[in-house]
């Protein structure tokens, strides 16, 4: 167990919709990240926050949007969902902003249907 | 072509074997570099990491960077079944914490045959 909590484990719904996946990062952990995983693209760098601030953002599409909240949980949403975006997304946390010793949660594994 | 490369296998081996997993990268800013294992349904998890060039060992694992050929290895000895499993490598540049994004290969699918 990484002490990375994601929920929900697993989530179907249908094109159009719009989803929060939500990420309860280690214990004393400022930095959180967002990772898309499919079987095409492999594991893809979504997005960055430390300590409440968003810090690096890659190729994460104007649709999907994240926040971390005070007490440092954070929350991918995804909105105008499309079969393409059925995937893995894990959330990772470190203690510093670098991503060297990052830690992955079990992941939320979305289904568009 | 891609920054990261990796082999997706899968590489099926015996017990006992040496297993040797690798990836190539174009870009030479990168300075940390990580393997990760990935269960089935699972997160990765962090196997090692390495800090420019050299060797790293931890246990039945190795882990080697070349840099001037762009080139890293994971050595992992008496395999076991438990090692069957998804690797992963993943890299990261160093510009002071400006940019903290690991860069993954595609992962090698390894299973050890008891």
């Known amino acids: 167990d990484s002490g990375v909590t994601q929920t929900p484990k697993h989530l179907i719904t249908a094109t159009g919709q719009r989803v929060t996946l939500r990420c309860s990062p280690r214990s004393g952990d400022l930095s959180v990240y967002w990772y898309q995983q499919s079987l095409d693209q492999g594991l893809q760098f979504l997005i960055q926050y430390y300590n409440g601030e968003e810090r690096a953002k890659g190729n994460i599409l104007e649709r999907f949007s994240a926040q971390q909240f005070p007490d440092l949980h954070s929350e991918l949403n995804l909105s105008s969902l499309e079969l393409g975006d059925s995937a893995l997304y894990f959330c990772?946390?470190?203690?510093?902003?670098?991503?060297?010793?990052?830690?992955f949660g079990q992941g939320t594994r979305l289904t568009v249907v | 072509q891609k920054e990261v490369e990796q082999d997706p296998g899968p590489l099926s081996v015996p017990e006992g074997a040496i297993v040797s997993l690798n990836c190539t990268y174009s870009?030479?800013?990168?300075?940390?570099f990580m393997w990760y294992r990935q269960y089935s349904r699972k997160g990765p998890e962090l196997l090692m990491y390495t800090y420019s060039s050299g060797n790293k060992e931890d246990g039945r694992f190795t882990a080697q960077v070349d840099k001037s050929s762009k080139y890293i290895s994971l050595f992992i000895r008496d395999s076991q079944p438990s090692d069957s499993a998804t690797y992963l490598c993943a890299m990261e540049d160093d510009y002071g914490g400006a940019t903290n994004k690991l860069i993954f290969g595609t992962g090698t699918l390894l299973a050890v045959q008891p």
């Open positions: 990772a946390s470190s203690v510093e902003v670098g991503g060297t010793e990052a830690f």
């Open positions: 870009n030479s800013a990168f300075q940390y």
